[in-house]
């Protein structure tokens, strides 16, 4: 019953921004550390960022640190990504995740849940 539904992705220029929701539900949503990773054709899945439960802890992947934000409200059992100055190299489809205990960020193998993915294309 656990469901991770992405949106907001879409295609944008060079330089410009997007934001990404992930909303979660069938589960209690503070206890989960979330993540977003991202893939592109003939590429490894790759961490983008990650938030603790409370939101009181974060991490950044090499590539995005200064361009990306991560954020969540439990409140409403969502979890964002904000990306901005966005490169033709940021393209790909964008997955969040859920991890009941997390200990590396970048470590898929943590995360017991996966959404389905949104594609981000930004153009040159």
């Known amino acids: 019953q656990v469901q991770l539904v992405e949106s907001g992705g879409g295609l944008v220029q060079a330089g410009e921004s997007l934001g990404l929701s992930c909303a979660a539900s069938?589960?209690?949503?503070?206890?989960?550390?979330m993540g977003w990773f991202r893939q592109a054709p003939g590429k490894e899945r790759e961490f983008v960022a990650g938030i603790s439960g409370s939101g009181g802890i974060s991490g950044f992947g090499d590539g995005v640190k200064g361009r990306f934000a991560i954020s969540r409200d439990n409140s409403k059992n969502t979890v964002y990504l904000q990306m901005d100055i966005l490169r033709p190299e940021d393209t790909a489809v964008y997955y969040c995740?859920?991890?009941?205990?997390?200990?590396?960020?970048?470590?898929?193998?943590?995360?017991?849940?996966w959404g389905q993915g949104t594609q981000v294309a930004v153009s040159s």
């Open positions: 069938g589960l209690t949503f503070s206890a989960y550390a």
């Open positions: 995740a859920a991890s009941s205990r997390v200990t590396r960020w970048q470590d898929v193998d943590e995360y017991n849940y």
